[in-house]
């Protein structure tokens, strides 16, 4: 039976619990959390609805052993963005936390993917995987999954199309310089630098300039509003856990260590990569305009100033 664990209680982790236990996406759940009375509450409020969800066991505890077994651990423990906070801002404290737990976690469920979505999502997964000492396919972090989908969902509310017919990627980092790639996006078939000529909803330079800024934003819009993100990134990585358990093989902007990818190496960035049984089976060599090549370079750069900052080497 598939074990999904996750690693902190709070906003984003009981999310993704709640998304994954919905969508009946494993039969083992297990929540971890060092506040022992907060993880058992979420965990009797989870199996209270369980008459109306797929079949699941649903545990929890403040012993990281909760994990033990798991094939995927996720990770969403750390400090939380606060308003006027970057992603970028949060680095220091939390690859602090990764380095302490991601070990422990590795001797715990030693045959386990690690998934992380602690922000900066791509920083904090590079240090995962240098912990961790397993090979870069097998810890990777929700990338731009959430932002992608943030994106479509703008395009679609713009153009009158459902969001399921629009295909678009962000890439590069999960932040402030994370880079939509316009030039592979398209709209049932139509590319959406032909959209402005279809005699609908222009798509223009500006209304897709637009449509990015909001995107960047659409984080601290919420933090502001209402503490966190929560809903959407639950929801998001419930989708990362059914290609990763069902071995779809799906395509999603994950985070992963690239290696020679458009000119970046030794980086943690999203890209549209293949996502199966084994974590990232492949990133696929997504064709980028010039501008966007030099945009992913910029991204790279933010990533790794960061992860150097901290002491982490690309070795």
Known sequence: MSKVAVVGAGAVGTAIAYAAQIRGVCR?????????????????DLNHGLQFTP???IVGGDDLEVCAGSDVVVITAGAKQKPGQTRLDLAA?????????????????????LLVVTNPVDVVTFAAQQFSGWPSHRVFGSGTVLDS??????????????????????????????????????????????????????????????????????AYEIIAGKGATSLAIGLAVARILEAVLHDEHRVLPVSSRLDDV??????????????????????????????ERTQLLVSAEAVRSAAQSLGLSDH
């Open 93 to 113: 404290a939390n690859v602090e936390m990764c380095r302490g737990l991601v070990p422990r976690l590795v001797a715990i469920a030693p045959d386990a993917l």
């Open 262 to 291: 458009h000119g970046v190496s030794g980086v943690c960035l999203s890209m549209p990569s293949v996502v199966g049984r084994q974590g990232v089976e492949r990133v696929l060599p997504t064709p980028l305009s010039a501008e």
């Open 28 to 44: 083992r759940l297990a929540l971890y959390d060092v506040d022992a009375a907060k993880v058992r509450a979420e965990v009797l």
């Open 55 to 57: 079949m699941a066991q």
């Open 149 to 218: 989908s943030r994106l479509r969902f703008l395009i679609a509310e713009h153009t009158g199309v459902a969001v399921q017919n629009v295909h678009a990627y962000i890439a590069g980092e999960h932040g402030d310089s994370e880079v939509p790639l316009w030039s592979t996006a398209s709209i049932g078939g139509v590319p959406v630098q032909d959209w402005s000529h279809t005699g609908d909803t222009p798509l223009d330079a500006a209304a897709r300039a637009a449509i990015h800024e909001r995107v960047v934003r659409a």
